[in-house]
């Protein structure tokens, strides 16, 4: 003797689909979100790097009292006993110019800017 229980509930296919048309549109705006985020903090962090190196090439001139139109070079100011144990890399791909003392360095990406 069978017993058949009638009174099951199961989600319907619109109730799915509706689903996960939510579940698209919040990934529709969060993507963007993220994608922005992750820019901002590889920008902020070249930003960090540039300071940085603007620092050593100040302590750099101090230490060899040097002239405002001079350069240092990658190992006057980076290596185990120098100013920046490592030189640092742009997060965002990016490579660095040092320039002279009387500018600022910069970043080959544009909207890296100390």
Known sequence: MKTHRTDL?????I????????????TAIAIPNVKRA????????????????????????LNERRADTDTPTDDQLFGEKSYIATKPQCPGGGSYTINCLEQKPTCSIGSHTF
């Not at 109730?15 to 549109?25: D, L, N, Q």
Request: net charge positive; aromatic share 8%.
């Open 15 to 26: 109730e799915i689909m509706i689903v996960v048309a939510i579940i698209g549109m919040l």
């Open 9 to 13: 509930y199961a989600f319907t296919l």
């Open 38 to 61: 992750v820019n901002d903090s590889r920008r902020r962090a070249c930003q960090s790097n540039l300071r940085s190196i603007d620092g050593a090439k100040v302590q750099w001139s």
